[in-house]
């Protein structure tokens, strides 16, 4: 089964609300971007934003330059129907975040939430590390959380990568300056106990 066919499944077969990775808001991610006290019109990301509520969260806070990728379509079309109207004021895309085109230094937030972890070959990671460099501003922000190592070695029936600090910076050296770092433990809809590794960077090229 392919990665889209496994994500499209899964987002088929359950209710947002029982997905592992569910949370009603995503507070940490949102308290940081606040922080950023980026312009309404700043162009912001969502990676792999799926059926997330930040979306809704960043709408709310008056942004309206959002766009919102996601290798399921099941996935987009329920964040759509939740949102009604407002989803018209949203750019979504379907794509896989390693060969996705997306417009050079054109957003300021690049935000991931529990993609980059899934990406556990080196060719998909330094993919996805180009498409990053060559799509975000200089000086613009990435809010990325990734599984940590005490997490568990799957997600959703899939192997990840866990990432310490130091190895998550490894991938970003030369490119990024760390702001600030946090871990979260997550419990899942079944119980399940899932620590997360939370980075914000700063591009200084």
């Not at 799926?50 to 329920?78: C, F, P, R, W, Y």
């Not at 809010?143 to 005490?150: K, L, R, S």
């Amino acid at each position: 089964m392919s990665q889209k066919d496994h994500w499209e499944q899964v987002y088929s077969n359950k209710l947002t609300e029982k997905l592992g990775w569910y949370e009603p808001h995503l507070q940490i991610s949102l308290s940081w971007i606040r922080g950023l006290d980026l312009a309404v019109d700043a162009p912001v990301i969502d990676v792999g934003g799926g059926a997330s509520t930040l979306v809704d969260d960043l709408l709310d806070a008056g942004h309206q330059s959002i766009t919102v990728l996601d290798l399921s379509e099941k996935a987009l079309a329920t964040v759509k129907t939740r949102l009604g109207k407002k989803a018209e004021t949203v750019t979504w895309m379907t794509g896989d975040i390693t060969t996705v085109d997306l417009p050079k230094h054109h957003y300021e937030l690049w935000h991931d939430r529990a993609v980059f972890h899934f990406l556990t070959k080196f060719d998909q990671q330094m993919k996805y590390r180009k498409n990053l460099l060559q799509a975000l501003k200089p000086g613009g922000h990435l809010i990325v959380g990734t599984f940590a190592p005490e997490a568990p070695p799957k997600c959703s029936g899939l192997p990840v990568q866990r990432y310490s600090l130091d190895q998550l910076k490894d991938i970003l050296d030369g490119e990024f300056e760390l702001v600030r770092h946090r871990k979260e433990l997550h419990i899942t809809p079944g119980g399940v106990e899932q620590m997360y590794l939370y980075c914000h960077f700063r591009k200084t090229t």
